[in-house]
């Protein structure tokens, strides 16, 4: 075990010296490495892979595949409604009334025509929603 440690270890320093590892001529190193002297750093876009890529990708083209940004304001009147997606036909949702309140008004909203929070009057709607 000790003896292939410190083959590895020799094969290691003899590559950092820039000789081939079995001690056959210099090291040739094939195809083009990024390094910072190279071109710098690699930015986020080209270095993102899988589920990351896919959401920069939405991203840039406008959509919020995973609602990250903040919802849009509606006035909550019955003719523009708050919108509410859900994936069933019916959801919970919380209403704090006034800005200072510390109390939530909890009411289920169903799919269908606008309904109003029963404290404060405020119209809201249920819009189905397709999971990414």
């Known amino acids: 075990m000790a ?10 320093r ?9 001690g056959r001529g210099p090291l040739r190193l094939t195809g083009a490495a990024r390094s910072m ?3 710098g750093i690699p930015s986020d876009e080209e270095q ?4 990351e890529r896919k959401t920069m990708k939405a991203l840039e083209k406008g959509l919020d595949p995973y609602n990250m940004l ?11 409604p708050n919108i509410v997606p859900s994936i069933t036909d019916k959801r919970l949702v919380g209403c704090i009334c006034e800005e200072d309140n ?3 008004i909890w009411f289920w909203l ?4 606008p309904q109003r929070c029963p ?3 405020a119209h809201y709607k249920l819009v189905g929603y397709q999971l990414p």
């Open 48 to 51: 993102a892979t899988g589920m």
């Open 70 to 80: 903040p919802p849009k304001r509606y006035a909550g009147t019955k003719e523009d």
């Open 3 to 12: 003896s292939r440690l410190l083959r590895v270890c020799g094969a290691l």
């Open 119 to 121: 404290s404060c009057g």
């Open 102 to 104: 510390s109390t939530v």
């Open 37 to 39: 002297g190279a071109g």
């Open 110 to 113: 169903h799919k269908g025509n």
């Open 14 to 22: 003899g590559l950092s010296a820039g000789r081939s590892p079995l």
